[in-house]
């Protein structure tokens, strides 16, 4: 059975506010820097002069001219950078972006790219990329020294992530002719190839999706008036919430923050959940829309439109509620994104398909398996004792 904790907020801290006097002003976003979780940064935009500044030490600087607010998107850099890549607004040329980037307080200019439209990338890696969608679906992945072009991502990805060297994209949609919704998703490669697309229908309403460990998560609008997290690829599922109207999660290390919004009472409730345990913790409501900024060593940060503020999560360990996907079942089968062999670390019969069920046979040398010759793709490890079915382990095979 699933057990929740409830905390009350011990600590709420204002870290930045927006002067009342300034209504043309609102804060664009705000985040943590990775690897520093003291460093916060905070972006403002002026709706009436289309201007992009950066907050440093509560000083503006400003970052660009000329913003569209509805098209852009930021990236971290490996080096402490942040990335800007922004479509400039009208009388410019439609399709045209520029990128700069912020280094040790000062500007720099990146040049221009020609796209129909970007999407913010929402990439909790931090690695620096973005999607860059051009004519006939073409895909571009900007990096620090290069880019990549895929083709095939028939759709418009909400979400960016990077696991195991790959590339996955998800685009979550309503199919009107069904009365369904749908999930796609899209694994590439850093050698520039599109391994496996897939597309999953659920009934319920998708208002978010992501990717921990190389397993799907699902935020779905269930009935009546709860919200639903699945976790696919374990078919497993947590309940929660009331009269709920909307929520996003972030995944950082082990734990996942899920930022759910009621707009009839202009509230926000937090949630953190523990993955492998598959517990939930509410944390608290907050009057008011806020959105998730990243964890630092002192709480959860999170922004509104004209206050960044710090709220301290609970730190109580909560029990288990027993379920399949515990610390208990990593590295089973290691890695999950393999080009050569498989180790398998249990002495345990094995049996591998593919996605349309056929058995495919690998040679098994005692704790390895050889994947070389297998084609690129998603497959299946059913694992086996005395012919009875252990767990099921997904892997992907690339080049």
Sequence with gaps: MLFIALFLFQIFQTLFEIPENENNKVIAFSSVFPNEREKISIFLFDKNKNVLSFVDSNREVVVAESVSFHDWSWA?????????????????????????????????????????????????????????FHTWYQLLIVRDTDSLKIKGIFGSPQRGFKE??????????????????????????????????????????????????????????????????????????????????????????????????????????????????KNIIFVGEIDGTWYYGGVTSKGLIVWSE?????????????????????EGNKNIVYPTVVRDYLNINENVEIEIYNLIGQKINLRRAGSLVDC???????????????????????????K
């Design 76 to 132: 971290y850099g490996k080096n402490g950078e942040i990335y800007i890549l922004y479509r400039v607004v009208q009388p410019s040329p439609a399709g045209r972006y520029k990128e700069v980037y912020l280094l040790d307080k000062n500007i720099f200019n990146r040049g221009e790219i020609k796209a129909d439209y970007v999407r913010n990338i929402k990439n909790t890696h931090y690695e620096r990329f973005y999607w860059v």
């Design 306 to 326: 004209k206050r960044v503020a710090l709220v301290k999560l609970p730190s109580t360990k909560v029990e288990n509620n027993g379920s399949e996907g515990s």
């Design 372 to 398: 070389r010759t297998l084609p690129s793709g998603m497959y299946f490890i059913v694992l086996k004792n005395d012919k009875k079915v252990l767990k099921y382990i997904k892997f992907i095979k690339i």
């Design 164 to 277: 195991k060297g790959l590339y996955i994209f998800l685009d979550y949609y309503q199919d009107l002719n069904e009365n369904i919704y749908c999930l796609c998703s899209y694994f590439i490669s850093d050698r520039d190839s599109l391994i496996y697309d897939k597309k999953i229908k659920f009934a319920e309403e998708i208002l978010d999706a992501g990717v921990y460990n190389m397993n799907l998560i699902v935020l779905l609008k269930g009935q009546p008036n709860k919200l639903k997290l699945k976790f696919v690829d374990e078919n497993s599922m947590i309940e929660f919430g009331e009269d709920d109207d909307y929520g996003e999660f972030e995944i950082e290390d082990s734990s996942l923050f899920l930022i759910v919004r009621n707009y009839d009472n202009n509230k926000t409730k937090i949630y953190k959940i523990e993955i492998y345990q």
